[in-house]
């Protein structure tokens, strides 16, 4: 990929875990970075730390501030705030309006804000933090795994799209990552993820090599690529045992 030395990069839901890991590493790099978050107290000493910009509010609609922190020119977008959404059929629906305004409409609205330029220039990196849950699927968390499925699906479209004017699409998908969003996913997290679960910067990590090679899927988790190939070639065989997941869940937790 070259150097990022320069470059303008913008990371949401910086405020911990694999956002700020990933402002950390482009800051490392060379890179003008603004952190984004909701609240503004979370992302300032980040950005003291990295000599970055903290800019707040909704990610949705950071575009605009971000670029004019930057002078003008975001080279890097990180669309990683995302929503851990418990829950099943049943959940309320404002837990699905918010998952899927969150997980996939402000990537959405963000690529809305970023295209025009970066097409005219012919470059750009659109970075979706999305989960191992968004190829595969998690238990106890439909929200969850349908809307990252969604925020998968889009970046596919952004890569397919508009990969030949210049555009370079990266998909994250991690299984267990130690931060709050872990903490979130409860018992079934600690059934599933927790065992492996590895550190941000690990994710970091996977993040640049994958730009290094121009690959879209970032797999920290090298296993997922065997587990995703297994759900493709016999999907009824994949689901059959993840039912035997769901019920050991079941049986160990109470649900």
């Known amino acids: 990929m070259g150097t990022v030395q320069g470059a303008g990069v913008v990371v949401t839901g910086a405020g911990g875990g694999i956002g700020a890991a990933l402002a950390r ?24 730390e990295i000599g970055g910009i ?29 929503l851990a959404s418990p829950g099943d059929a049943f959940a309320d ?25 970066w097409l005219e220039r012919g470059s750009g990196r659109f970075v979706t933090t999305a989960s191992a849950a968004g190829l595969l699927t998690m238990i106890g968390a439909a929200p969850y795994s349908v809307t990252k ?16 004017r210049g555009i370079k699409v990266h998909a994250i998908c991690p299984q267990g990552v130690r931060t709050d969003m872990l903490t979130a996913a409860g018992s079934a997290g600690e059934l599933v993820l927790a065992p492996g679960a590895i550190e941000p910067d690990a994710v970091a990590d996977a993040l640049f090599e994958a730009m290094d090679a121009d690959r879209f899927l970032v797999l920290p988790h090298p296993e ?20 035997r997941l769901q019920r050991q869940w079941e049986e160990g937790s109470g649900a």
Not at 42 to 47: M, T, V
Not at 156 to 162: C, I
């Open 25 to 48: 590493r482009f800051a490392a790099r060379g890179a003008r970075v603004v952190v984004n978050d909701l609240d503004l107290a979370r992302i300032e000493p980040l950005a003291k």
């Open 93 to 117: 629906e404002d837990v699905w309006a918010a998952a899927w305004d969150v997980n996939v409409m402000a990537h959405v609205r963000a690529a809305r804000a970023l295209l025009p330029d």
């Open 224 to 243: 997922v690529a065997d587990y995703y190939q297994a759900r493709a070639a016999d999907p009824d065989r994949w689901m059959r045992g993840m039912n």
């Open 149 to 164: 499925h969604g925020a998968v699906a889009f970046a596919e479209w952004l890569s397919l799209t508009y990969r030949h």
């Open 54 to 82: 903290a800019v707040a509010g909704d990610a949705s609609g950071t575009v605009d501030a971000a670029r004019e922190a930057l002078d003008g020119t975001i080279d890097v977008y990180c669309a990683n705030a995302g």
